[in-house]
């Protein structure tokens, strides 16, 4: 994609996210829609360059999301789930701890994505895991639903589905606008990246784990107040039911009915014991309350009546006992006392085991109610207790209820009752442990933390191999100018046909070597060497130079002498240390040497050689030019006297 249109793509996307976080905005207002809005306009600012307005609207989201990060991860001991709340009630009357903070992941994504505007999506600051961190945490988002079934999350996890496209679309733009600059340092952030989003990987795989754990165990752990409430409940109900029957027992012992001061005497211990017991009354034969405990007004006001007729829903029950086959319990009724309740009828017989009557329990349940619940913290949540639709006793703050109802059911006597507890959210969210949120906090600093150090080592490794290549490249560079510095150092010196010292270099040599004496020089020449270029060509020639050249070099080399091309076919060999006769000798042997190498010319005579050597003496110093003069006048001799010899001169002819 050209840059251009790349460009536009971003800042497209980036307005559609905008005018989206705004509808948002305008019909769900929220900590979450905020905090996308800001960060559309933030990224607005980064594409136009404006960086400074880019960064403070980043850190904009991070202050204001801030709390709600503290608020999933700080111990409850150091600041209570209810002071949150309290803080929120502040703002909004009917606010909870939800309405102040983002969802977790989403407030984490948020933040991630502001804080690579932060950094100027700089690659080595990490900018490219902070956003495919980002892109992880709303895919987990998406799926989070389908990580728990059956089961309700007490926290919110994940936002809803609009915020999290306009987000995904958000984080798509960001990335598109730095994918240019990412691209230029693919070689060593294509491997950070994988590896540190492994960890990444890892560390939501932890708190998934985790979080799921601690939640479950909250819930397990939540659930013990109603199974303990029910198993209480449980045995009051069997402790008092054994009480009645221990009760209906004791007047087995006498053959009439209770007298009203025999039914207070036993009565009275066990109303102390179960209070919530409001009657406990004798019944006839013919259902007529005859004896009635505690003498309440509202209890002596039945005294007479006929259950029959003034309770005939509690018939099925009472018949039963009063003819001594069975006890029995009615449904849950409305009581002659005014109250819902219930009442178990139990035979009463005399010593001959003849039925006399029943005796009747009545039970009110706001007061058995209010028996058990007293030891309960309303702030917990609410206790319901109810039969089918039918709430019976409700005890607690229904304010803010959380997701999770527990139920378990209750026998009284032969009837079903249900004990329902939804616990209150903010007592669920001060139990809940912090531990998952602050592994997944500290899961993603170590990876940010791994990026920074692999990144920098990659790149210093690959600084390090492109110095280490500049630094060979450099010194084969080195090499190579040495080289053709030494060539051109030669060369300066050298000829280049022969590969002796030339004119230059022999003067540089007589120079070091002027106050040497003896000191000679011998000046040769190839006999009628432009006949060899004539008839043979100049290749040839410049063979039989070469050759000349080199037995000339050795020769001279052998004696401490130097061997030079002085111009064309002529030679010249500086001997220090050798007088006249060592000097003429020597070139004589080079003379002989020449002819011996069947060096010929195209008549098949060979080559030859004529000299002029001259030697100085004298201490004092010598003209050079004169020298070369003298020995020029030498060599000229020997060539006119028929060549192939060597001819002397002196220095003063």
Known sequence: MPQTLRSRFALTLAIVVMLGATTLLWVTPGMTTLALWLLALANLAAMRGIWPLACLLAFGVLGMLAPGMLSYLLPEAWLPTASWQRLAEHFLPDATTETLRAPLLTTVALQLTALSLILQLRARLGAPLLSASAALLLGLQGIEPALYPGFSPLLDYATSWPVLILHAALLTAQVVHALPYWRGKRRYLAVTLWSTLAVVGFSLLLWQQL????ERALYQ???????TLATQLSREITAHLDAMRRFARTWELQSTPPSYAQWVQQAEGYQKDFDYLINMAFITSDSGI??????????LSTLGLRLFDAQPAGRRALEPALNGEREGSTDIIQLLQGERGMIHYLPVKNEQQAPIGAAAMVISFPQLADTLFKQLTDAEGIIQWHSDEQILAVYGDTRHPGPWIYHHQVMLGDKALTLSDRPRRNYLLSQLPRLPTLSLVLGLTFAYLVYLV???FKRLGYQHRAMLQSNTSLQQEIRTRSQLQREIEWLASHDELTGIPNRRHFLDHVSA????????LALFDIDHFKRVNDQLGHLVGDDYLAHIALLGEALMEQHGGIFARYGGEEFVALLPGLNMDAARKLADTLRLQVIDTCLTHADGKPITLSAGVVSVTDPQPFDMTRL??????????AKREGRNQIATGGIDD
Request: aromatic content about 8%; proline content about 7%.
């Open 290 to 299: 005859r004896q009635v405990y505690p003498a309440t007004p509202l209890n």
């Open 454 to 456: 692999i990144y920098s």
């Open 628 to 637: 070369m003069q003298t020995a020029d006048k030498a060599l000229y001799r």
């Open 221 to 227: 752990r939540a659930e013990t107040r109603v199974q």
């Open 211 to 214: 979080h799921l754990h601690a």
């Open 513 to 520: 070597h002027r106050s040497k004496r003896p000191l000679s």
